[in-house]
């Protein structure tokens, strides 16, 4: 087994981990792994309007706006929290379905500052469970204030991912005094 259970993959603006995150989790179920929790899948605007973003239950294939829809002329995107609040209630009976493993989409500005899935994702911590997480490079010392050290960063290369997943799932060997015969 790794040294801590919550895998981070930290991004930049230019390297978004979501593809590289489904193609873990394709590869995580062909090995009847039980895999849950949110992925993300958003596209830009274009010419100042906001783009898409959809959240996506891993267990069930539901997916949900993220975002407001505000109509032509608004400027800028708006996390819509109700939609945020739905999502949060997936992550939730995910956790409670204590997968193999567990990936949260994001700590974004929101859990940064309290809220969004701040709640969901100490409860995933505190729970056990191994937590794939993506945090943006900007909000890494935010993410220690919240975590604490105990992570272990992963990189954006999917077979690296795989790799610490599937060592998290192996069990534990018994101590030499602990085998009964």
């Given amino acids: 087994m790794t040294e801590s259970r919550i895998g981070v993959v930290v991004y930049d603006r230019e390297s978004r981990p979501d593809a590289v995150l489904r193609k873990v989790i394709q590869c995580l179920k062909s090995l009847d792994l039980r895999v849950g929790g ?3 899948e958003g596209r830009p605007g274009e010419a100042g309007r ?8 891993i267990g069930t294939g539901r997916r949900i706006q993220a975002f407001e829809m505000r109509g032509s002329g ?5 996390l819509d929290s109700s939609s ?12 409670e379905g204590k997968p193999d493993i567990l990936f949260v989409n994001r700590f974004g500005r929101q859990e940064a ?4 899935l701040r709640e969901e994702i100490a409860a995933a911590i505190a729970a056990g469970l191994p ?3 993506a ?3 900007e909000l ?5 204030a919240f975590a604490g050290p105990d992570f272990v960063p992963l990189t954006s290369d999917p077979k690296w991912i795989e790799a610490w997943c599937l060592a998290c799932t192996k069990p534990a060997l018994p101590a030499s005094g602990d085998v009964s015969s």
């Fill in 140 to 144: 890494v010392p935010e993410w220690r």
């Fill in 131 to 133: 937590v794939v997480i």
């Fill in 135 to 137: 945090v943006s490079q």
């Fill in 50 to 57: 906001c783009g898409t973003l959809f959240l996506e239950d």
């Fill in 74 to 78: 608004t400027r800028g995107c708006r």
């Fill in 84 to 95: 945020l609040a739905e999502a949060g209630g997936w992550l939730r009976a995910a956790i």
């Fill in 38 to 40: 949110l992925l993300q």
């Fill in 113 to 116: 500052a309290g809220r969004g």
